[in-house]
């Protein structure tokens, strides 16, 4: 959530920054050529007082002329800016230097015609850093009412563009500061807001695997996260008890039951005493007894597997594996199945020896049932990079792909099996022996038939 979270607020953010940036960047532009133009207007300004005492007939016109003439050659030289009054014939009355002549189009001719109807220039078009172009200023020379000449000044605009790229720089350069400040902050705030939602994620995760007592600590984020996770915690301490209590009734249904069948059972063969040895209905009627009574026992192991919790150790499952097997063995030589183990010399492992040991009981003992004579059942220990495994392979009937999605579930038991003797509840045991642990249990076909029952155990420590 927080890889979907963060690149969003960081686009935001820069979006916001890209967009007030922009706007800045035009108005430095605009704001550096508007005061080139001032200073170009009043230069243009000054020349035209010196241009308006200038008259055909004042005899001193010819030495003011030479003074206006002196002077735009001293500005060009200085400033490296064209200068020049014009008449309105295109005839110079002076200009600097004396190569330039008044364009005959383009901005420089613009100027000059708005001048010759009396305005001066005051806007022309914004010279960007990336255009080589320069600034032309027009104002007319006004003599009793009437313009009589035009003072026109072709200004470089290199000077003026690098302060633009300055600024606009400084300009970049505080909005990678602010990205960054910003990036910071929302790591800071992503970090904040989904500390409840990963703890909250991972005492979920506790709880699905069984541990129930995990809890989250209502002490970080937001109010309303804080509240959902006191909700969550709330919810959890009531799940906890109904299971508890369910867990408590079945201990206690099995324990109490166990007696009155006990004593239903010694009434049962004491009234087999006075029929017939032979007699079918008192045989089925011990049959189901002892069924009922192996439920009952069944039913009180699964209880307290579902309370009790795990002792784990780092062990060497091998030998723990090995011992199993052999205990075993005599069962399979009485059956003709051939049990063998393979596979690795040694496999450490997180596990609970005894739950460990129950487990594999019942799967070999399911894999033994369900194997004919003169097959094999195969035990195999493989380590891997974070799993240590024990695979229980059989040669037996096997199951469909139906029968594999409901197989462990508990008192489940294949149509095809009833004749089988057992009560549903072992591999039951089994996963939740394993589940308590960090462990796992998974079924697959063995081709050409047979079940492969896969015994996973954890190779790190569950939660660190």
């Given at each position: 959530m927080?890889?979907?979270?963060l690149?969003?607020?960081?686009v935001?953010?820069?979006?916001?920054?890209?967009?007030l940036?922009f706007?800045?960047a035009i108005?430095v532009a605009?704001?550096e050529?508007?005061?080139?133009?001032?200073d170009?207007?009043?230069?243009?300004?000054?020349f035209?007082?010196?241009?308006?005492?200038?008259t055909d007939?004042s005899?001193?016109?010819?030495?003011?002329r030479?003074?206006?003439?002196?002077d735009?050659?001293?500005?060009a030289?200085?400033?490296d800016?064209?200068?020049?009054v014009f008449f309105?014939d295109?005839?110079?009355?002076a200009?600097?230097?004396?190569?330039?002549?008044?364009?005959?189009?383009?901005?420089g001719?613009?100027?000059?015609?708005?001048?010759?109807?009396?305005r001066?220039?005051?806007?022309?078009p914004q010279?960007?850093?990336?255009?080589?172009?320069?600034v032309?200023?027009?104002?007319?020379?006004?003599?009793?009412?009437d313009?009589?000449?035009?003072?026109?000044?072709?200004?470089?605009t290199?000077?003026?563009?690098?302060?633009?790229?300055?600024?606009?720089?400084?300009?970049?350069l505080?909005?990678?500061?602010?990205?960054?400040v910003a990036?910071a902050?929302?790591?800071?705030?992503t970090?904040?807001?989904?500390?409840?939602?990963?703890?909250?994620?991972a005492?979920?995760?506790?709880?699905?695997?069984?541990r129930m007592?995990?809890?989250?600590?209502?002490?970080?984020?937001?109010p309303?996260?804080?509240?959902?996770a006191?909700?969550?915690?709330?919810?959890?301490?009531?799940?906890?008890?109904?299971l508890?209590?369910?867990?408590?009734?079945?201990?206690?249904?099995?324990?109490?039951l166990?007696?009155?069948?006990?004593a239903?059972l010694?009434r049962?063969?004491?009234?087999a005493?006075?029929?017939?040895?032979?007699?079918?209905?008192?045989?089925?009627v011990r049959?189901?007894?002892?069924r009922?009574?192996r439920?009952?026992?069944d039913?009180?192991?699964?209880?307290l597997?579902?309370?009790?919790?795990?002792?784990?150790?780092l062990?060497d499952?091998?030998?723990l594996?090995?011992?199993?097997?052999?205990s075993?063995r005599?069962?399979?030589?009485?059956?003709?199945?051939r049990l063998?183990l393979e596979?690795?010399?040694?496999a450490?492992a997180?596990a609970?020896p005894v739950?460990?040991?129950s487990a594999?009981?019942?799967v070999?003992?399911?894999?033994?049932?369900?194997?004919?004579a003169g097959?094999?059942?195969?035990?195999?220990?493989?380590?891997?990079?974070?799993?240590?495994?024990?695979?229980v392979?059989d040669?037996g009937p096997?199951l469909?792909?139906?029968?594999l999605?409901?197989?462990?579930d508990?008192f489940?038991?294949?149509?095809?099996?009833?004749n089988?003797?057992?009560?549903?509840?072992?591999?039951s045991?089994?996963?939740?022996l394993?589940?308590?642990?960090?462990?796992s249990?998974?079924?697959?076909?063995?081709?050409?038939?047979g079940?492969?029952?896969?015994?996973?155990l954890?190779r790190?420590r569950?939660?660190?």
């Open positions: 927080r890889s979907r979270l690149p969003l607020l960081i935001l953010m820069a979006a916001v920054l890209v967009t940036g706007p800045l108005s605009a704001a050529q508007q005061r080139l133009v001032i170009r207007i009043d230069d243009t300004a000054r035209a007082a010196l241009a308006q005492a200038i007939t005899p001193d016109s010819e030495e003011r030479r003074t206006l003439q002196t735009l050659e001293v500005y030289s200085v400033y800016i064209r200068a020049g309105q295109d005839r110079a009355l200009k600097a230097p004396g190569s330039w002549a008044l364009p005959a189009e383009g901005e001719r613009t100027a000059f015609d708005e001048a010759l109807l009396g001066r220039s005051h806007d022309p010279v960007w850093p990336w255009q080589n172009g320069r032309v200023v027009a104002s007319p020379v006004v003599r009793d009412g313009v009589v000449a035009v003072v026109v000044i072709d200004s470089p290199g000077e003026m563009r690098s302060r633009i790229v300055r600024t606009w720089l400084l300009i970049g505080g909005e990678a500061l602010a990205l960054l990036v902050a929302a790591v800071r705030l970090g904040w807001v989904l500390l409840p939602v990963r703890t909250l994620d005492a979920t995760r506790d709880i699905a695997g069984g007592r995990s809890r989250v600590a209502a002490s970080a984020g937001p309303e996260l804080r509240h959902l006191r909700s969550f915690n709330e919810m959890a301490d009531n799940v906890e008890d109904v508890e209590q369910q867990r408590a009734f079945v201990a206690d249904a099995s324990h109490q166990r007696n009155p069948l006990a239903l010694l049962i063969e004491l009234l005493l006075e029929l017939p040895e032979d007699s079918e209905e008192i045989a089925a049959t189901e007894g002892k009922l009574a439920v009952l026992d039913l009180l192991d699964l209880a597997a579902e309370h009790a919790e795990a002792d784990l150790q062990v499952i091998v030998p594996t090995a011992e199993r097997v052999a075993w005599p069962m399979a030589d009485r059956e003709g199945v063998s596979g690795a010399p040694a450490t997180w609970d739950a460990l040991s594999l009981d019942a070999i003992d399911n894999a033994l049932k369900f194997t004919p097959e094999d059942v195969t035990v195999t220990v493989a380590a891997g990079a974070r799993t240590a495994t024990v695979v392979a040669r096997g469909t792909e139906e029968e999605e409901r197989v462990g508990r489940w038991r294949s149509t095809r099996h009833q089988v003797s057992g009560s549903g509840l072992g591999l045991i089994s996963r939740v394993l589940a308590a642990g960090g462990g249990i998974a079924y697959a076909h063995h081709p050409p038939h079940l492969r029952v896969t015994v996973s954890p790190e569950p939660g660190g």
